[in-house]
Structures are given as structure tokens and as C-alpha cells.
């Protein structure tokens, strides 16, 4: 789990030191037999405060599945929940669940944002910067251009905010917003000048602010992150590897050169269809083109020189070159990406 720009990245290490901690003893004090319903909720309260609250509902469906399947034993069914265990069995699988939602972070880590009202405080503690805020909010939403906005607007701009400006979504948070309005009259068709908008919008954020403080919310962010995992699935794949290699040395073979500049033809090849292979695309992330650039042009470069039979300029790529290149390559993009991952906000190529 590390912390990258005010965002969390829940990568499934946390989880692992549950698993591994020997005093981990969820059933002590619980009857002799343990039903299956009753080691799913143990399982979502011991993972909730590495998660930073997260619950699993929160989560995407196909991320649990996921989890799920790894352990393959039938977790979802009506049975396993009425089905009894042991607490030494219970145990048991309590820590596989909790292993196999670790290994699915590991490859699908998942961005948060843990909003404890620190951010709103930024504003709310510098007069010059809330009121550029008001008034930034009360233009946009001021779409007509009367100079008035209703008091019921105060909810939509606390939805404009939204989570980068440290407003939860009214989906995680609904009874707590909802409060807040009502409390302070954030209601109903009366209209507001920009002076009396900020007015009410700063009570408003400085009860957000305190509840937050008081009660944390964790928002997952539409952003991927890309840290080598998968790359590693496919050199792990030798029969999959060796169909996408197979298919694609063909189409290299089309336009195969020799020569100093087969190297960069390579790298541009692989820009195009190197996603096949777990390649992530140049153009989703401005440090990508830079690894591509760097490890074909570079790295395996100086690799295809030192190697017997393979580095001569005059020579084309025969296929088992072209393989140990591209597997070569696909290996130094994991290490770069497991050292410092990607992320990849929306929109962003993927």
C-alpha cells in the first residue's frame, strides 16, 4: 500500500500481514462451530481497516468474483453460508480469502482517496482562497447568467466540488450531506446574490469538514494502475506467450529490415502491438513512450549486440531471436513498472 500525491494505492500488502501474523485469531471467542455466513463477515471486518474503511459492497463485482475464484471454494453459494466449520477450518479459510483479496490488489491495485476534511480546511482557513472558490462555483453553476442561484444550488455544488476537492459523492455519503443542507436551510427556490451564496456554502463546508475529520470516507478514483502484474501473468503463460509471439512475428516478418534502425522499427512494431502481450499503450501515460524508448533502444539494444548470432546488423530477426527480444523487453518493462508503477487516469489510453 503506498500513498502517491494526497491518493492511496491499496495494492494488497496490507492484507498480507493479516495473514502471516500469528496472534491473527479472529474466532477465539466464538462457539465451537462457525458457520460460512459468519467467516465472510469476519473476513470483511479483519481486511475493512487496512482497506481504509472500503467495504466490500464498495468494490467491483468482478474484482470479489476474482478473489473468489482463486480460492474455489464456493464461497458464493447459499450453502457454504448455512455450511458449518471448525475454527481451526474457519481459520483456514479465512486466510485464504484474505490472501487471494491480496494477491487480486496485487494485480488490480485500486486508487482511493481518504477524505477526513483536511482538504476543505485548506480553503476554509484562507479567506482569499474560499472566496475564489464561491465564486468559481457560483459562476458555473450561474449557467444563465442572472447573477442569482437558488439556496437548493448549494447541493450542486458541493456535487462540482466532488472528490478531488475532498466532497464525497453523494452515493457513499447521502444521510451526511443530506443532514448538513437541511440543517443549515440548503433547501427550496430562494434566490441568492454571490455574497449570499459564499455565506451559506461556508457553513455548510466547515460541518463537512468536522464530520469528515470525525468519520473518514474512503472514494475509489477511476484510475488504473499499471505496476507489471500483468506482464508478469503473460511471461508466466508459455503457451499463450508463444501464440501471441507466433502470430506476431509473422507480421514483423512483412517488413523485417536489417541494419542500425531495425532496433527503432522494433520499438515503433511493439508500440502498435505490443498490447497483446500486456504492453501498455504509448500514448496512456507521458512516462511510456519514454520506456519504450529506453528499453528498446537501450537496454536490449546493447543486450542484441553482446549476443552471438543475433547481434549482426546485415542479419534479419529470426523468430527465436525476435522471441528472446521481445520476452527480454516485456521482463525490463515489468521490473520498471514494478518499481515505480503507472497510473492512469480516466480517459488516459486504456
Known amino acids: 500500500m503506498e500513498e502517491a500525491g494526497g491518493l492511496v494505492v491499496i495494492d494488497g500488502e496490507q492484507l498480507r500481514i493479516i495473514t502471516t501474523d500469528p496472534n491473527f485469531s479472529p474466532f477465539s471467542e466464538e462457539a ?20 481504509y474503511g472500503l467495504s466490500f459492497s464498495s468494490l467491483p463485482r468482478s474484482f470479489l468474483s476474482a478473489a473468489i475464484d482463486r480460492i474455489g471454494r ?22 485464504e480469502y484474505i490472501s487471494a483479496l491480496a494477491d487480486q490488489f496485487r494485480d488490480e491495485p485500486i486508487v482511493v482517496s481518504v477524505l477526513d476534511g483536511s482538504a476543505l480546511k485548506l480553503f476554509l482557513d484562507d479567506e482569499d ?6 465564486e468559481n462555483l457560483f ?14 444550488q448549494i447541493k450542486n455544488a458541493l456535487a462540482h466540488m466532488g472528490a478531488d476537492m475532498g466532497v464525497p459523492p453523494f452515493s457513499e455519503s447521502n444521510d451526511l450531506l443530506t443532514d448538513i443542507l437541511k440543517k443549515h436551510g440548503a433547501e427550496g427556490g430562494e434566490l441568492l446574490g454571490q455574497a449570499q451564496f459564499a455565506q451559506l456554502l461556508q457553513p455548510v463546508l466547515q460541518d463537512l469538514a468536522d464530520s469528515l475529520a470525525e468519520t473518514h470516507i474512503t472514494v475509489i478514483q477511476n484510475i488504473k494502475i499499471i ?17 501471441v509471439i507466433g502470430k506476431m512475428y509473422t507480421e514483423w516478418e512483412a517488413y523485417d529490415v536489417t541494419g542500425k534502425d531495425r532496433m527503432e522499427k522494433l520499438c515503433n512494431f511493439l508500440k502498435v502491438k505490443g498490447q497483446l502481450l500486456g504492453l501498455p499503450p504509448p500514448d496512456s501515460n507521458e512516462a511510456i513512450p519514454f520506456l519504450y524508448d529506453q528499453i528498446f533502444l537501450g537496454i536490449v539494444n546493447e543486450k542484441l549486440a553482446g549476443d552471438s548470432g543475433g547481434g ?19 521482463e525490463k518493462f515489468a521490473e520498471q513498472l514494478e518499481a515505480t508503477p503507472v497510473l492512469l487516469g480516466q480517459g488516459s489510453g486504456e
Not at 129 to 134: N, P, R
Not at 227 to 243: A, M
Open 139 to 152: 459562476t458555473d453553476l450561474d449557467t444563465k447568467d442572472t447573477g442569482k442561484l437558488s439556496r437548493s
Open 227 to 243: 505496476n507489471g502484474s500483468r506482464l508478469r501473468k503473460v511471461l508466466d503463460d508459455t503457451e499463450s506467450f508463444n501464440v
Open 129 to 134: 482562497d474560499f472566496a475564489m472558490l464561491a
Open 32 to 51: 465451537d462451530l462457525i458457520t460460512g455466513d459468519r467467516i465472510l463477515k469476519i473476513v470483511e471486518s479483519s481486511v475493512k481497516l487496512p482497506l
Open 74 to 95: 464456493g464461497l458464493e453459494t447459499e450453502s457454504f453460508s448455512s455450511k458449518e466449520f471448525s475454527k481451526e477450518e474457519g481459520l483456514k479459510i479465512v486466510r
Open 312 to 330: 549482426h546488423d546485415n542479419d534479419k530477426f529470426n523468430k527465436e531471436t525476435f522471441e528472446e527480444i521481445v520476452r527480454f523487453a516485456i
